[in-house]
């Protein structure tokens, strides 16, 4: 482990893992709003649903395995492979052109986002001072963000002047530049192991924490919305008139990125659980706004808002799952609440590509659905709070 004797945490090397992370962020998501016709073209409109569900399958899985090769292994090779699927694969789309090619290259491309943040994290914690991790952790927050933010947008714009084989070339490379960072930096871990089988042996009790659940419910309900807005903006952007289908995914990372530097404040001044379900409601708005959005201002709102709701929720459920874990399990509980996000995302966009069959006029009603959806989390919030009243939470 590093010398974190020193408080500052603006030093070269969190610069360079924040830059990683933002080339990472925006390789993967840079493809998003292009596949849904990109499979259609392919004659898999069908499937639509599954694009963003195999994806966080995979990622899903391969959490409990990423943590402990993260703790065994290394930080540092651990966070390559993740930049090294999504090379490779941008590098597949444009050869296994079939549909069951492309399903099958979405399930591995999934394996990216399950190793890379995982690692990443420990990394922060290894480089930067304990009582300024939030601080740091939030920075590279905005930073994946950001990346989320510019990514579609400007794969839309390659795809729109050079085509769709250029659109993937780029994701490689922009998959390259983070691996050559990640590979120039020292690796924090001090007992380091060789790669072994038993690191792959994963038991029960390494992939949920029970006192985590709670965040998990929520976590699940609540970005069930995301896998619908990932599923189905592409195309209600069409729709729209929009030549640019990132144009959405920039509004609202730019909304949640700007109220992010609040948010966290506030969830520890008032409390986790009131800030969630502040977070929950705009969300659910966010998704009636989007339903009605029938132009080009009215879904920026919609965006806009989605963004707010987002970026008041996650530092919120993050800071809560860490409450209510112990000491010893926070990483297992970490994991837990990743694993249901992932949950969520897939199967939000499962439902939501199986309803919509490219019918153009059920994607509002999608999205009036999955805004009940937020609020049932906000009558398990309720419940939650009033009823079994967790000592766990801070503050008090």
């Given at each position: 482990m590093t010398d974190t004797s020193s408080n500052s945490i603006y030093?070269?090397?969190?610069?360079?893992?924040?830059?990683?992370?933002?080339?990472?962020?925006?390789?993967?998501?840079?493809?998003?709003?292009?596949?849904?016709n990109y499979l259609s073209s392919m004659g898999?409109?069908?499937y639509k649903g599954l694009i963003i569900a195999l994806f966080t399958l995979t990622a899903g899985i391969s959490r409990p395995f990423s943590g402990k090769l993260t703790d065994k292994w290394g930080r540092v090779p651990v966070m390559a492979v993740g930049s090294v699927v999504c090379f490779v694969c941008g590098f597949l789309y444009p050869v296994?052109?079939?549909?069951a090619g492309f399903l099958m290259l979405r399930l591995v491309h999934g394996?990216?986002?399950?190793?890379?943040?995982?690692?990443?994290?420990?990394?922060?914690?290894?480089?930067?001072?304990?009582?300024?991790?939030?601080?740091?952790?939030g920075l590279h927050g905005l930073c994946f963000s950001i990346g989320g933010a510019v990514g579609p947008a400007i794969g839309s714009a390659i795809f729109q002047a050079y085509g769709i084989d250029t659109m993937f070339y780029s994701s490689s490379l922009f998959a390259l530049l983070s691996i050559v960072i990640v590979a120039n930096m020292k690796e924090t871990l001090s007992t380091k192991e060789k790669l072994n089988i038993s690191m792959f042996k994963i038991?029960?009790?390494?992939?949920?924490?029970?006192?985590?659940?709670?965040?998990?419910?929520?976590?699940?309900?609540?970005?069930?919305?995301?896998g619908v807005i990932l599923t189905l903006i592409p195309d209600w952007s069409e729709h729209l008139g929009l030549a640019n289908k990132g144009v959405f995914f920039t509004a609202y990372t730019i909304a949640s990125i700007l109220i992010r530097f609040l948010s966290g404040k506030v969830a520890d001044r008032y409390g986790r659980t009131k800030v969630i379900m502040v977070g929950l409601v705009t969300v659910a708005l966010s998704l009636y706004l989007i339903s009605e959005g029938d132009n080009f201002f009215r879904?920026?709102?919609?965006?806009?808002?989605?963004?707010?709701?987002?970026g008041i929720l996650s530092p919120a459920v993050n800071a809560w799952t860490i409450d209510l874990s112990s000491p010893q399990q926070r990483g297992r509980a970490i994991a837990t609440m990743y694993i249901s996000l992932e949950a969520g995302i897939g199967l939000g966009a499962l439902i939501a590509g199986f309803y919509y069959r490219d019918i153009i006029e059920n994607i509002p009603k999608i999205m009036l659905t999955n805004a009940a959806v937020l609020l049932l989390a906000l009558i398990y919030m309720l419940?939650?709070?009033?009823?079994?009243?967790?000592?766990?939470?801070?503050?008090?």
């Open positions: 030093t070269l090397q969190f610069a360079l893992l924040c830059l990683s992370s933002l080339l990472f962020s925006a390789s993967f998501n840079m493809i998003i709003p292009e596949l849904p898999g409109a069908e296994l052109t079939s549909v394996f990216s986002t399950g190793f890379k943040p995982t690692a990443t994290s420990a990394y922060v914690a290894d480089i930067i001072p304990r009582a300024r991790w939030g601080e740091a952790l038991s029960r009790s390494d992939i949920i924490d029970l006192g985590a659940l709670p965040a998990g419910v929520v976590t699940f309900l609540s970005y069930s919305a995301y879904l920026m709102l919609g965006a806009s808002v989605y963004g707010i709701g987002t419940w939650w709070q009033f009823m079994k009243k967790p000592k766990q939470e801070l503050p008090m």
